[in-house]
């Protein structure tokens, strides 16, 4: 769809639509869809110039719609799978199990990845694209998936959750490899730590 792909485009940081509240779909209706096509149309394209990373998820804001809509890889570990699944109106309705930290990047935080905390078990609650609700426990790698995406459709990314953590930040590097940052010269008071 041409005029999609004209329409939105892929946000990131410092736009302040990141940092803003998304609203909840009502009924989903042709624009509701036109937003989903545009999100999986813009993470496919961010992977084609990706090397070494896998879009595994997408909420709209990082498209520019301020809505509650998250679309997630239904196969993380093979790429030439372009199937996604929708989640419309996501809220996590319960945290368990343990706090984990672990690699997680952001395709609206170029180049920067994080050790970030999160609960190795969810349960969400969300619509589908018929408007029925739908629960899912999560666990591992799909529930922290969860917890950073829910976090995008209230304004919320990852770095905000390791501001204060001086080990956590790290640099994507060329060949795909991961260096450490420097978090009093390269972390404290940068760009990174926008809000
Ligand atoms: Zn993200």
Redesign the pocket.
């Known amino acids: 769809m041409p005029a999609t792909k004209l329409k939105y485009k892929l946000v990131t940081v410092p736009n302040p639509v990141l940092r803003q509240t998304s609203k909840r779909v009502g009924i989903v209706n042709e624009h509701t869809q036109e937003v989903i096509q545009a999100m999986e149309a813009s993470m496919l394209k961010w992977e084609t110039s990706r090397k070494h990373e896998v879009g595994v998820a997408?909420?709209a804001t990082?498209v520019g719609e301020l809505l509650r809509i998250i679309i997630v890889r239904n196969n993380f570990d093979d790429k030439n799978d372009r199937t996604f699944s929708v989640f419309i109106n996501p809220v996590i309705t319960k945290f368990e199990g343990t706090m984990i930290e672990d690699f997680e990047g952001?395709?609206?935080?170029k180049d920067i990845y994080g050790k970030v905390p999160r609960y190795s078990k969810v349960r969400v609650k969300a619509k589908d694209l018929t408007g029925r609700e739908f629960r899912v426990t999560a666990t591992d790698f799909l529930a922290r998936i969860f917890q950073?995406?829910v976090d995008?459709t209230n304004g919320k990314?990852?770095i905000d959750h390791i501001k204060d953590m001086p080990d956590a930040f790290y640099r994507l590097l060329p060949d795909g490899k991961l260096e450490k940052l420097d978090y009093d010269n390269e972390v404290k008071n940068s760009r990174i730590l926008w809000k």
């Not at 952001?106 to 935080?109: A, D, P, R």
């Open positions: 997408l909420a990082q952001c395709l609206s935080v950073h995406e995008h990314l990852f």
